[in-house]
């Protein structure tokens, strides 16, 4: 027992403990970013009814909730994502009409034992909510490229797909394995399930690619010329435009096997990474669907930080220039 008094549990982060004065700095910057684009800071419940998580379907599977079961008799889960519960708040208004949230705060999902990653992560966010197309869309990756700066982190891509191209990729390969293997971009296995599928040209060239469909606006175009399918094409396309009315595109770069990191995407999808952090630093997207469960058509996108990521990879990057 004695050693337990000197030690935290795997779960826990540990980034943060020593780098407090590191965090309320980037914290109090994005934060003042957010505020100055109208974002109202919402400080969330730390407990949520599993049903919540469940009938919004994040993909975050149950076995990855802390949960307990309440005096109700009710299953309640600590925070697993901040856009479901803000979704909620937002039905829960009367007015309908564009509404800007950010937030700061923990989130829980239980990570795999002895995988030396904690359960606990700090998010920094926004949802724009109300708030259709490309309107939104640019509204967003203007603030993530404004903030950017604020991180402390060198050489930061901020990648970008669509959930419709995944979503479409996947009724057209129709196979459980094929999310793995897009996950793992693994060509061998990817051309093991064209044969067995039987697949085609042109969709498999296209599957061949795929693995390494990363790039500029080049590449991006290269696959519009390539692709026959039109929903394939047009979820492409859409991508094109929004990157048009960028005003500054240096940051911005695509993943066509990009797999979004969470189920209610509909749109645009985007992942940022630093060369020192293994995980994302930036995730987000748009979830035009998620309010159709409270009987609402509500457009929205948001995006939220992983600060717990960005403080190992500043420790990482620190140690790396030392
Ligand atoms: N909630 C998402 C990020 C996001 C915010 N808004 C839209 N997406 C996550 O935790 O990965």
Redesign the pocket.
């Given at each position: 027992m004695e050693e337990y008094k000197y030690l935290i549990p795997e779960e826990s982060i540990d980034a943060i403990m020593n780098n407090v004065s590191t965090l309320r700095k980037i914290e109090n910057d994005l934060r003042r970013v957010f505020v100055e684009h109208d974002y109202l800071e919402v400080l969330m419940p730390s407990f949520e009814y599993v049903d919540l998580y469940n009938a919004l379907d994040?993909g975050i599977e149950e076995e990855k909730m802390f949960q307990y079961i309440n005096f109700e008799g009710k299953r309640v889960a600590l925070r697993t994502?901040?856009?479901?519960p803000l979704a909620r708040l937002y039905s829960s208004q009367k007015e309908i009409g564009v509404k800007r949230y950010c937030y700061f705060g923990n989130?829980y999902r239980k990570e795999k034992r002895h995988k030396g990653r904690s359960s606990e992560?700090f998010?920094a966010?926004?949802?724009l909510l109300g708030q259709a197309g490309f309107a939104g869309d640019i509204e967003c990756l203007h603030i993530i490229q404004e903030t950017l700066s604020y991180l402390g982190l060198k050489d930061i891509k901020i990648e970008m797909s669509s959930a419709k191209f995944y979503k479409r990729l996947c009724e057209l390969v129709d196979d459980t394995s094929f999310v793995d293997i897009l996950k793992k971009r693994d060509l061998s296995s990817m051309k093991i399930l064209i044969d067995r599928k039987g697949i085609q040209s042109p969709l498999k060239d296209l599957l061949i690619q795929l693995p390494r469909c990363f790039g500029d606006i080049a590449m991006l175009n290269q696959m519009i010329m390539m692709i026959q399918d039109q929903q394939l094409k047009d979820a492409l396309l859409e991508l094109r435009d929004l990157y048009d009315k960028l005003e500054k595109k240096e940051f911005f770069s695509f993943d066509l096997a990009m797999t979004p990191?969470?189920k209610?995407?509909t749109g645009i999808i985007i992942k940022g990474y630093s060369p020192y952090s293994a995980d994302t630093i930036i995730?987000?997207?748009r979830?035009d669907k998620l309010m159709d469960h409270f009987h609402k058509v509500v457009p929205?996108?948001?995006?939220?930080y992983?600060l717990s990521h960005i403080l190992k990879a500043l420790e990482k990057e620190e140690e790396n220039n030392a």
């Open positions: 994040s994502d901040f856009t479901i989130v992560f998010q966010g926004i949802e990191s969470m209610y995407y995730n987000g997207g979830y929205a996108i948001g995006f939220s992983d």
